[in-house]
């Protein structure tokens, strides 16, 4: 984007560092866990973070979630989901009326980031929003969901960078934000898996790449590929 916006400069002074997670962060509150995930038959699904309306926007999935409920597909007994610290909370709060399945998901208030971590760590499964309007952005999120090493369902433009970044390390339960039908579709087939045991995380070599150390390394070699280039 930004080379199609400076076409002056040369595409050899163009580089990229991601974002990442803080490894040390993940320690710690493992560290302090004092009993390992419990796992029964109903589904814990969790979103970590700000809902914004348009980025982010929610409505689709709410009307996916409630036909899957009047199909008898999945009811309170067998589905929580988590909306951690989502803002706008009264108007979703509405819609969830609305729909009816205020019994299945929950708008609950911020908490610390490291208790943050916990809740994503201790979930089922990891929610993941962002609109096609920002598809050269990544949440940063990402990053720690990855980390935590719990399955995830994300809902996103196939075509943008983030669910390119989710398909690079074996993520393949994308479904398109906009569309009702696939994420009905794709978030009955990622309970399944759970339910099953099938779901998966990406390979622990994968989720190293995306920690800030890594980044940090990254950035010393650019450093001294630029260093080497000024001495010659």
């Known amino acids: 984007m930004y080379a199609r916006r400076y076409p002056l400069v040369p595409r050899s002074r163009w580089s990229i560092i991601a974002n990442g997670y803080d490894e040390e962060d993940f320690v710690e509150v493992e560290q302090l866990m004092r009993e390992t995930p419990s796992r029964n038959h109903r ?58 399945i205020e019994d299945i998901v929950s708008l609950e208030k911020s908490i610390s980031h490291h208790s943050a971590l916990e809740e994503m760590l201790r979930a089922d499964g990891l929610l993941l ?56 579709e794709g978030l009955l087939n990622f309970l399944t898996r759970i339910h099953e045991g099938h779901a998966t995380s990406p390979a622990d070599h994968e989720i ?11 950035l010393a070699a650019l450093l001294e590929s630029m260093s080497l280039d000024l001495r010659n």
């Open 43 to 100: 589904a814990l699904l969790v979103h970590s973070g700000v809902l914004y309306p348009s980025e982010r926007d929610p409505s689709i999935f709410f009307a996916a979630l409630a036909d899957l409920r009047r199909e008898g597909k999945i009811s309170p007994a067998n589905l929580h989901i988590v909306l951690r610290g989502s803002g706008s909370e009264e108007f979703y709060r509405q819609q969830l009326r609305q729909h009816a």
């Open 129 to 184: 929003f962002q609109a096609a309007n920002c598809n050269h952005q990544i949440p940063a999120k990402l990053y720690e969901y990855l980390r935590a090493r719990r399955p995830i369902f994300a809902m996103t433009d196939p075509e943008g960078d983030t669910a390119k970044l989710l398909k690079s390390v074996g993520v393949e339960t994308i479904a398109a934000l906009d569309r009702k039908d696939c994420i009905a």
């Open 208 to 218: 190293l790449r995306h920690s800030r150390k890594f980044r940090s390394q990254e």
